[in-house]
């Protein structure tokens, strides 16, 4: 698997050493993909056992509010800013343009607009750390981006309380044909 969810993560001091711990910058959202993916970097795998047993409640704090897009939408960013190359972000920023027009109909459609513009202003506040975090991660890299995101999935799960349904299926269509192109054009 691509890395495993923080909901149900399991891993040992010896790989929290080599990797480290928690990104500071990430408060919430996406912490246990930021983890997953530093892990790939220096070829560390996840994995799935499919007799484990999970239970875990939606966030009641959050729901699925403008504060909880804010950090969805300002950690996705520094995900993709941190842990592509440089010449992985080139060749896939044709697919990021349609994909940031998605997140942008789909944000003014939920009323969300100024959680989106939050992000994106805190993202470039933030962009000489972003930098020096990025630096830090290519000096570590032990695997190219393809071979990284091979066991990242196309998929996207969109629950069906933020969408109605066809907008839901148009939107995962989309998104999973843009990651498999992207995929091969790295």
């Not at 001091?13 to 993916?37: A, E, R, T």
């Not at 007799?51 to 909880?68: G, Q, R, T």
């Amino acid at each position: 698997i691509g890395f495993a969810s923080g909901t149900c993560l399991f891993t040992s001091k010896s790989v929290l050493d080599k990797i480290g711990l928690l990104d500071p910058f990430i408060f919430l959202y996406l912490d246990d993909l930021d983890l997953g993916w530093r892990a790939k970097q220096v070829g560390i795998s996840s994995y799935f056992v499919p007799d484990s047993i999970v239970y875990h409640a939606e966030s009641y704090i959050l729901k699925w509010s403008s504060k909880k897009f804010y950090w969805l939408e300002r950690n996705r960013k520094y995900c993709l800013l941190t842990h592509y190359s440089k010449k992985t972000l080139l060749k896939i920023l044709p697919s990021l343009i349609i994909v940031e027009i998605l997140v942008l109909f789909f944000y003014l459609s939920k009323g969300f607009i100024f959680a989106k513009l939050k992000a994106d202003i805190d993202i470039l506040k933030n962009l000489s750390y972003i930098k020096k975090r990025y630096n830090e991660l290519e000096l570590k890299k032990t695997l190219d981006d393809k071979e990284i995101i091979k066991d990242f999935t196309d998929d996207v799960f969109v629950p069906k309380t933020v969408f109605k349904k066809s907008s839901i299926i148009f939107f995962e269509k989309i998104i999973t044909k843009l990651s498999k192109r992207s995929r091969k054009g790295i």
